[in-house]
T-cell receptor
Framework: RKEVEQDPGPFNVPEGATVAFNCTYS??????FFWYRQDCRKEPKLLMS???SGNEDGRFTAQLNRASQYISLLIRDSKLSDSATYLC????????????FGKGTRLSVIA | DAGVIQSPRHEVTEMGQEVTLRCKPI?????LFWYRQTMMRGLELLIY????????DSGMPEDRFSAKMPNASFSTLKIQPSEPRDSAVYFC??????????FGSGTRLTVV
């Protein structure tokens, strides 16, 4: 079983739609969780951290369910500029240990 | 700050040649990570350093791959001899303790 699993997509949605991505992780001892965004032919960049209580940043909402080892990202009112690959990322330990990346979910927002 | 700087941006080489990828982390960051990204396997960790010391190189595919970090401001990833299956985008990232990663722009390697 892969450490971090995501639906690869692509998700093709019209502008203004709400879209949700899901991710599962295998290591129950994982400590911290993130969503990264990667544009085509660019490097990954941090979108937001994911906290147990859930957190929101504008149109983006992230949720964590430790019992189910499940992470989600909700994007409301999709914009064309949201088109990218969204990577689910897990840190299995504290401190400066490596992040484990999912393979990503590709989103295309269509006019 | 200029961010994490990788060179070259693109490299095309013939099978059997030596390839050296370079990375300059952000000043003050004490951890450095080398990742490889392919369509099939996504982002895979190759090796990482804390305070210039290699901590885990279990992700290095085989003996053809080696990495060094002679000082806090420079790291190299070397492939010798290169093979077509090494073709990928190689990313370097740096971070402070407990901080987020900053990735470089990557090196797109093509081995023909």
């Amino acid at each position: 079983r892969k450490e971090v699993e995501q639906d690869p997509g692509p998700f093709n949605v019209p502008e203004g739609a709400t879209v949700a991505f899901n991710c599962t992780y295998s290591n129950s001892a994982s400590q911290s969780f993130f969503w990264y965004r990667q544009d085509c032919r660019k490097e990954p960049k941090l979108l937001m951290s994911v906290y147990s209580s859930g957190n929101e940043d504008g149109r983006f909402t992230a949720q964590l369910n430790r019992a189910s080892q499940y992470i989600s990202l909700l994007i409301r009112d999709s914009k064309l500029s949201d088109s990218a690959t969204y990577l689910c990322v897990v840190n299995q330990n504290s401190g400066n240990t490596p992040l484990v990346f999912g393979k990503g979910t590709r989103l295309s927002v269509i006019a | 700050d200029a961010g994490v700087i990788q060179s070259p941006r693109h490299e095309v080489t013939e099978m059997g040649q030596e390839v050296t990828l370079r990375c300059k982390p952000i000043s003050g960051h004490n951890s450095l990570f080398w990742y490889r990204q392919t369509m099939m396997r996504g982002l895979e960790l190759l090796i990482y350093f804390n305070n210039n010391v290699p901590i885990d190189d279990s992700g290095m595919p085989e003996d053809r791959f080696s990495a060094k970090m002679p000082n806090a401001s420079f790291s190299t990833l070397k492939i010798q001899p290169s093979e077509p299956r090494d073709s990928a985008v190689y990313f370097c990232a740096s971070s402070q303790v407990g901080g987020g990663y900053t990735f470089g722009s990557g090196t797109r390697l093509t081995v023909v």
